[in-house]
């Protein structure tokens, strides 16, 4: 049986190469990802030739292969066709199984009887692949890794399966079930026909190599019969199972399967032709175990192919070669009805016509595992309705968490439901919280449905995960798959009964070691070193006890940069003590603003000056719990001391009340303080209001008594969280009663902007001053990284990547630093006092870019350095998750495809031009960009750094006024109205670089890759000199002295006349990103007159007044660029030469302190690449040194550079001696006439030889120059003696140079010298 398998054969070897989901911005991107993984396959011509792959090949088959072979016609159908065709394709039809779409007319019918086939195929070692691969290349990108393996070769399997008709019911994990749908007659036949498949898939995918060294290997197992299919779910999100006796057996028969083994059912067994086939009886099992059959005949399986049930509507369209039939010429709604199967965040890209292969990212989510444990001999409809009860309370549980049930697996020991939280569009801040929350309460209302708490296991896990597409083309789902569902997996298995988290999310939730039990360490397979498990118990209602500022001050750093908020709460202090005047000062702030630190030093000053000061601050889960704040303040303005039992809070505070409020009154407090005073009549009868009203009197007596006739300070910090219950006594009460208020609050909550509104109105007898907590000065950010270190200085470029993502927020600031150093990124140098550097590349790295914290410790050099370990690019440090989860919650709040050309200008940088922009889009998106660019902007996301519209003659002819997006958000602004269809064009930043890195990392290895690719292709058309410095390379004939090496990339000309646009651009995006670079530290500098950030340039003065030198601006927005692009892609060799650009660029605009910068750049590449390996081209690692030399020269360390030149020389074969005998010897060679030689030598070679020749001639003049130099400033004889030779060497490389310039024909060279 040969046929569809002999070109699956021929696949696999090309398959490696071509599967790659490409990001192509050609209007190809969604046909490619399948045709991918099909491309193949043989085409409909040479499956005729061959005779084969139409044999077996009807029905099912036969429609599966027209539309892999229609896919292939699809690249050379028109435009129109392909994209009609196409977006037939992406129909969430291929995310549900065509037994759901076949039985869309009786959808309603929540359980349906069916017959059939079911095979359940499970690929062994997964899990610890998943491990290899997450312990190799980290989480994401293990996961990355991980994902694609098993892409693939889930892939050739379910195309296997498809090719027999089978219908891909359910993915889990690594596992998938497949239903043959048949009439009670055929199971005999259909059953061989699916051992048929099984047997062909065991003996062509049944063991895969991966390159961990683990294979994959599949377990396959068979059962057969009548079985139930139940359709769960409410009217947003429906969910289907398969259950009944075939399913327990099936799982049965794959448990028993080991890897490359068939297991056939006892049942199955029963029914299936047995005379077709040898197998082997399990001891103690009714199932066997098939060792080789008979084949079907071809006519045989078109027969039983024919005969699977099918929807009618099909049968029609067989003949238009048409994969999922019931979706080409549906009926009215029936559309409708797979919706509902096809998970929320997956439709809403559908919606929003996000091409589907970039669907998939990496994202850190919080995967929630249940599982429930339903009695195996349970009827049908008992089951239904237990979970259809659970999924439906699930999904009320889950709304307001933004959580999603991603898929219900049923077994045959019970009902896994796998929910999600942080998808795509879906990240919440305090996800792990939500997530716990959610957790404790399905557990609760589960354990209620099953009648036992035993029966339900809850697991918990946090981490980055692979959430996107998996499967094949013609079927895939939407999920997520990661090293941390499977640890859900699995403690879920090993902790049951309880709800269960990993460390993660114990450390992300920040809730109070109380709401956690440590669980006993137990071994779970495949995970190599779990972490320690915990169970979450549930937030039982806080103790008012323990609401306290959460840290003492001792505990903080000192407080920097808070000299404005520091001054105000003096004054308000001292208004409030003289003259009586009561205030509430209002910080408010973004998370880690400070905004805690500054209150508790507020209470400790307003401590110090003598008065009582009442502080607490509330969590967010007390926000739900009624009168939490209003019990916490009392509680500790009453000094009530924690105990055990109500009584004796009672009695306590009956002293302390004693006189106070009324015996009567005391149980107004119960629900306030937690106690039981029993209920008295005055009380009972009063009415709901008029015991509000009461409780507020009471309220107000038991603080004034409380604050007696001291100055009484509340400090409350996190306001926003004061619950609705609290608020209603505090508020009235707070307004007439003397005191000084302190509150924080964070932005985006009700109470929030309830202060902010009362402030502005300023109605309330109190002055409420509302002020907003500013990022940290760059100065103060230097200050406190150098306390965090405990170090004196800093390097400039760690200040710089600190200032630039964290925006001077000292939290974000905490973190970053955090996480540089779990990763060993940072070292430290003891320096003495007095104590001379060494003359070597590190200490002056150290030097130059050391930043101090101060002017009085940089001035003592006394204590410890930072600096970075030179092996380490900070550029391409991984945002730290808790940053991560921040930056997701704010892009997540934006439409898909928004987020998706966010994601693309992402990959550009921080500041991009829309002609790079354009050139990455795919093209379904292009059409859209200035579109989606406007409302970025609108957003606040980016900013139009100039934008100019293009005139509408030039306009794109393709652009409609109006298109299916805007139609279907017409709400959207800004509107597509004649205005803003005009073109724009021109250069946008972001305008918050944290969300940048955020975008950049939801991508794809892959598909990153691919992109920086296509950026670097783009921008290389523009790497070299402005017009008016001679448009060359900065390293002169650079590109002609590497070619050999590289793939001709570098061989381009500069850009014609068509691209001056995207050059001006670029140039205004270069000088946007210079005052970037700069002006984050600028402040800094200004106030350290000793250093300088930059010396003036070289073409600064040239072309003062009109500067028309564009090389600064070029070398920020095209060469730096280039370097990080091919860093990114892993070409280290074009990386390399990129940042030789860089330098010499960076030199020519006399800005040494960044070509050192760029040189260290490169020295830390060249340490990472193998040095026998060869990558890096000769020419560029002497250049390198050249450099080197000349930074080094620049910054007065001549010894330094003189090694540095005389490296370089030997590099570039030709050695400089180093006594005065030799000197003299070789003096006397270079005085011999050769000139006649060279011009020889010269018109011999070829064009090509010669520029390369020309730049190593001018390479070494230029290093001989610079040695000639440095050594006449020597003062000895030997130095001039030595000088001299070199100025010698020097003429003689300028007349060959020149005799290789004579060689370019006269109408070249206007051209060439260009290139000089
Ligand atoms: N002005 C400052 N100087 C030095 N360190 C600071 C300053 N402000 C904040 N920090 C540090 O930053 C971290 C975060 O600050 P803090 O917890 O006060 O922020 P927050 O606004 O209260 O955060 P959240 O919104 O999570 O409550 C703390 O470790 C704190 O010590
Ligand atoms: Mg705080």
């Given amino acids: 049986m040969a046929t569809g398998c002999v070109a699956a054969g021929r696949r696999t070897s090309a398959s490696k190469q071509l599967r790659v989901p490409e990001v192509l911005g050609n209007g190809e991107a969604a046909g490619n990802w399948a045709a991918g993984r099909?491309?193949?396959?043989?085409?409909?011509?040479?499956?005729?030739?061959?005779?084969?792959?139409?044999?077996?090949?009807?029905?099912?088959?036969?429609?599966?292969?027209?539309?892999?072979?229609?896919?292939?016609?699809?690249?050379?159908?028109?435009?129109?066709?392909?994209?009609?065709?196409?977006?037939?394709?992406?129909?969430?039809?291929?995310?549900?199984?065509?037994?759901?779409?076949?039985?869309?007319?009786?959808?309603?019918?929540?359980?349906?009887?069916?017959?059939?086939?079911?095979?359940?195929?499970?690929?062994?070692?997964?899990?610890?692949?998943?491990?290899?691969?997450?312990?190799?290349?980290?989480?994401?990108?293990?996961?990355?890794?991980?994902?694609?393996?098993?892409?693939?070769?889930?892939?050739?399997?379910?195309?296997?399966?498809?090719?027999?008709?089978?219908?891909?019911?359910?993915?889990a994990g690594d596992a998938v079930l497949v239903l043959w749908r048949t009439r009670p007659q055929e199971l005999a036949k259909t059953i061989s026909l699916v051992l048929q498949c099984s047997q062909q898939i065991q003996a062509k995918y049944g063991s895969r190599d991966t390159h961990m060294g683990q294979k994959m290997r599949l377990k396959i197992g068979i059962s057969a019969g009548p079985m139930s299919l139940l359709l769960v779910g409410d009217r947003r999100q429906k969910y289907f199972f398969i259950c009944g006796k075939v399913l327990s057996e099936v799982c049965e028969a794959e448990r028993l399967a080991n890897a490359g083994e068939v297991i056939l059912s006892a049942s199955s067994w029963e029914l299936c032709e047995q005379h077709r086939l040898r197998t082997q009886h399990l001891a103690g099992k009714r199932a066997v175990k098939v060792m080789g059959m008979v084949q079907m005949s071809r006519s045989e399986c078109q027969e039983t192919l024919r005969k699977l049930v099918q929807h009618p509507v099909s049968h029609g369209l067989e003949k238009e070669g048409a994969v999922r039939p019931a979706f080409f010429r549906s009926p009215p709604n029936v559309e409708e009805v797979p919706r509902e199967y096809v998970p929320e965040t997956a439709l809403r890209k559908f919606d929003d016509r996000v091409p589907l292969d970039l669907f998939s990212?990496?994202?850190?989510?919080?995967?929630?595992?249940?599982?429930?444990?339903?009695?195996?001999?349970?009827?049908?409809?008992?089951?239904?309705?237990?979970?259809?009860?659970?999924?439906?309370?699930?999904?009320?549980?889950?709304?307001?968490?933004?959580?999603?049930?991603?898929?219900?697996?049923?077994?045959?020991?019970?009902?896994?439901?796998?929910?999600?939280?942080?998808?795509?569009?879906?990240?919440?801040?305090?996800?792990?919280?939500?997530?716990?929350?959610?957790?404790?309460?399905?557990?609760?209302?589960?354990?209620?449905?099953?009648?036992?708490?035993?029966?339900?296991?809850?697991?918990?896990?946090s981490g980055t995960v692979f959430c996107g597409v998996i499967g094949h083309p013609g079927r895939?789902?939407?999920?997520?798959?990661?090293?941390?569902?499977?640890?859900?997996?699995?403690?879920?298995?090993?902790?049951?009964?309880?709800?269960?988290?990993?460390?993660?999310?114990?450390?992300?939730?920040?809730?109070?070691?109380?709401?956690?039990?440590?669980?006993?360490?137990?071994?779970?397979k495949g995970i190599s070193c779990p972490d320690t498990i915990y169970q979450y118990v549930g937030i039982a209602r806080r103790s008012m006890f323990c609401m306290g500022l959460a840290k003492e001050r001792s505990e903080y750093v000192p407080l920097l940069g808070r000299e404005k908020e520091l001054d105000l709460f003096a004054s308000c202090l001292k208004a409030y003590k003289d003259l009586g005047r009561r205030h509430i000062l209002a910080f408010e702030g973004t998370m880690g603003s400070g905004k805690s630190h500054l209150l508790t030093e507020l209470a400790y000053l307003g401590q110090a000056a003598g008065h009582r000061v009442v502080a607490m601050e509330l969590l967010e889960v007390d926000m739900r719990q009624s009168f939490s704040a209003l019990g916490a303040l009392t509680a500790r303005a009453l000094d009530l001391q924690e105990r055990e039992s109500c009584r004796a809070r009672q009695r306590e505070l009956r002293t302390k009340l004693r006189g106070t409020i009324e015996e009567s009154s005391y149980c107004l407090l119960n629900d306030v303080l937690l106690v039981k005073f029993p209920i008295s009549d005055k009380v009972r009868k009063m009415s709901e209001t008029q015991r509000k009203r009461e409780l507020r009197s009471a309220w107000a007596k038991v603080l004034k008594k409380a604050i007696g006739r001291d100055f009484g300070i509340f400090v409350i910090d996190n306001a926003q969280f004061i619950d609705p219950a609290s608020w209603s006594i505090m508020s009235p009460v707070l307004q007439n009663i003397s005191f000084f208020m302190v509150a924080s609050l964070a932005p985006g909550y009700a109470r929030t902007e309830s202060f902010c509104k009362a402030a502005a109105a300023n109605r309330t007898s109190q002055k409420i001053i509302y002020l907003h907590l500013d990022e940290l000065k760059p100065s103060a950010v230097v200050q406190k990284v150098c306390q965090d270190l405990g170090v004196v200085s800093i390097p400039r470029d760690l200040a710089r990547f600190l200032l630039q993502r964290s925006s001077g927020i000292p939290y974000y600031c905490e973190e970053l630093l955090r996480c540089l150093r779990c990763k060993d990124t940072l070292l430290f140098r003891a320096r003495r006092r007095g104590e001379k550097a060494e003359d070597n590349w590190e200490s002056l790295i150290i030097e130059t870019s050391a930043l101090a914290a101060t002017s009085s410790s940089s001035a003592g050099n006394d204590g410890r350095v930072c600096i970075v370990r030179p092996d380490v690019n900070l550029e391409n440090t991984v945002l730290p998750?808790?940053?991560?989860?921040?930056?997701?919650?704010?892009?997540?709040?934006?439409?898909?495809?928004?987020?998706?050309?966010?994601?693309?200008?992402?990959?550009?940088?921080?500041?991009?031009?829309?002609?790079?922009?354009?050139?990455?889009?795919?093209?379904?998106?292009?059409?859209?960009?200035?579109?989606?660019?406007?409302?970025?902007?609108?957003?606040?996301?980016?900013?139009?750094?100039?934008?100019?519209?293009?005139?509408?003659?030039?306009?794109?002819?393709?652009?409609?006024?109006?298109?299916?997006?805007?139609?279907?958000?017409?709400?959207?602004?800004?509107?597509?109205?004649?205005?803003?269809?005009?073109?724009?064009?021109?250069?946008?930043?972001?305008?918050?670089?944290?969300?940048?890195?955020?975008?950049?990392?939801?991508?794809?290895?892959?598909?990153?890759?691919?992109?920086?690719?296509?950026?670097?292709?783009?921008?290389?058309?523009?790497?070299?000199?402005?017009?008016?410095?001679?448009?060359?390379?900065?390293?002169?004939?650079?590109?002609?002295?590497?070619?050999?090496?590289?793939?001709?990339?570098?061989?381009?000309?500069?850009?014609?006349?068509?691209?001056?646009?995207?050059?001006?651009?670029?140039?205004?995006?270069?000088?946007?990103?210079?005052?970037?670079?700069?002006?984050?530290?600028?402040?800094?500098?200004?106030?350290?007159?000793?250093?300088?950030?930059?010396?003036?340039?070289?073409?600064?003065?040239?072309?003062?007044?009109?500067?028309?030198?564009?090389?600064?601006?070029?070398?920020?927005?095209?060469?730096?660029?280039?370097?990080?692009?091919?860093?990114?892609?892993?070409?280290?060799?074009?990386?390399?030469?990129?940042?030789?650009?860089?330098?010499?660029?960076?030199?020519?605009?006399?800005?040494?302190?960044?070509?050192?910068?760029?040189?260290?750049?490169?020295?830390?590449?060249?340490?990472?690449?193998?040095?026998?390996?060869?990558?890096?081209?000769?020419?560029?690692?002497?250049?390198?040194?050249?450099?080197?030399?000349?930074?080094?020269?620049?910054?007065?360390?001549?010894?330094?550079?003189?090694?540095?030149?005389?490296?370089?020389?030997?590099?570039?074969?030709?050695?400089?001696?180093?006594?005065s005998v030799r000197a003299f010897a070789k003096s006397q060679v270079e005085k011999l006439p050769c000139a006649a030689y060279v011009a020889r030598r010269a018109s011999s070679l070829p064009q090509e030889a010669w520029r390369k020749r020309l730049a190593w001639l001018l390479r070494q003049s230029c290093c001989l120059s610079l040695l000639e130099r440095l050594l006449s400033l020597e003062g000895t004889s030997s130095g001039r003696t030595v000088s001299r030779l070199a100025a010698c060497m020097k003429a003689n490389m300028d007349k060959a140079a020149d005799s290789y310039r004579q060689q370019i024909p006269a109408t070249d060279r206007l051209k060439t010298e260009g290139w000089k």
């Fill in 476 to 524: 895939h789902e939407y999920t997520v798959i990661g090293q941390k569902v499977n640890l859900a997996a699995r403690m879920m298995v090993q902790y049951p009964g309880l709800v269960s988290c990993d460390a993660v999310t114990y450390a992300a939730s920040r809730l109070p070691p109380y709401c956690f039990k440590e669980l006993p360490a137990r071994e779970m």
């Fill in 38 to 171: 099909c491309r193949s396959l043989p085409s409909a011509s040479s499956s005729k030739k061959s005779g084969g792959a139409g044999r077996l090949l009807t029905g099912h088959g036969c429609l599966l292969l027209r539309y892999l072979v229609c896919h292939r016609a699809l690249m050379m159908a028109s435009a129109w066709e392909r994209k009609l065709q196409r977006s037939e394709l992406e129909k969430a039809a291929t995310f549900v199984p065509r037994l759901l779409a076949e039985c869309a007319p009786v959808s309603r019918v929540p359980i349906q009887n069916i017959v059939g086939v079911l095979l359940f195929a499970d690929i062994s070692g997964f899990t610890a692949l998943t491990e290899k691969f997450t312990q190799r290349s980290g989480t994401a990108r293990g996961t990355d890794e991980l994902v694609q393996t098993l892409n693939y070769y889930l892939c050739d399997v379910l195309e296997e399966m498809l090719i027999f008709g089978g219908d891909i019911l359910k993915f």
């Fill in 881 to 1219: 998750t808790a940053l991560k989860e921040i930056a997701l919650a704010q892009l997540d709040q934006m439409k898909p495809l928004k987020q998706t050309v966010l994601k693309f200008a992402a990959v550009i940088g921080l500041v991009f031009t829309t002609q790079l922009l354009s050139h990455i889009l795919p093209a379904d998106i292009r059409h859209k960009m200035n579109f989606l660019l406007d409302m970025l902007v609108s957003d606040n996301i980016l900013k139009w750094l100039k934008s100019t519209e293009v005139p509408e003659d030039v306009q794109d002819a393709t652009e409609g006024p109006a298109s299916s997006l805007q139609a279907g958000h017409g709400a959207e602004r800004p509107s597509w109205s004649k205005k803003t269809v005009e073109r724009r064009s021109g250069v946008l930043a972001f305008c918050v670089p944290l969300l940048r890195e955020a975008a950049y990392e939801l991508w794809l290895e892959r598909q990153r890759v691919a992109l920086h690719r296509k950026c670097a292709a783009f921008l290389e058309r523009h790497a070299h000199k402005c017009k008016s410095c001679g448009q060359g390379d900065f390293v002169d004939f650079h590109r002609f002295a590497v070619t050999g090496t590289q793939d001709g990339g570098s061989c381009q000309g500069p850009a014609d006349q068509g691209d001056s646009r995207s050059w001006e651009a670029l140039v205004l995006a270069g000088e946007q990103m210079k005052r970037d670079r700069t002006h984050a530290i600028e402040e800094w500098f200004l106030a350290k007159s000793d250093q300088t950030t930059e010396l003036p340039s070289k073409t600064d003065g040239k072309h003062d007044g009109a500067c028309s030198c564009k090389c600064k601006a070029i070398v920020e927005s095209v060469l730096v660029p280039l370097a990080r692009h091919y860093m990114a892609m892993g070409d280290a060799a074009r990386a390399f030469y990129y940042l030789v650009e860089c330098a010499a660029a960076y030199l020519h605009v006399s800005n040494s302190y960044m070509a050192l910068m760029k040189l260290n750049e490169a020295e830390v590449l060249r340490n990472s690449v193998e040095k026998k390996a060869n990558v890096i081209a000769r020419f560029d690692e002497a250049t390198f040194f050249s450099l080197k030399g000349e930074v080094c020269c620049h910054m007065g360390r001549t010894k330094l550079a003189k090694k540095m030149i005389r490296k370089a020389l030997c590099l570039l074969r030709r050695h400089f001696p180093r006594t």
């Fill in 361 to 461: 990212e990496l994202r850190p989510v919080t995967s929630l595992l249940v599982q429930l444990q339903v009695a195996a001999d349970m009827d049908t409809e008992a089951l239904h309705t237990i979970l259809n009860n659970a999924s439906r309370m699930m999904l009320e549980v889950l709304h307001p968490h933004q959580g999603k049930i991603n898929k219900i697996l049923l077994f045959d020991k019970g009902c896994m439901f796998l929910c999600v939280f942080g998808l795509s569009g879906e990240k919440l801040l305090y996800e792990s919280i939500h997530a716990l929350q959610s957790a404790i309460q399905i557990f609760n209302s589960c354990s209620a449905l099953l009648g036992e708490k035993e029966a339900v296991s809850v697991a918990v896990t």
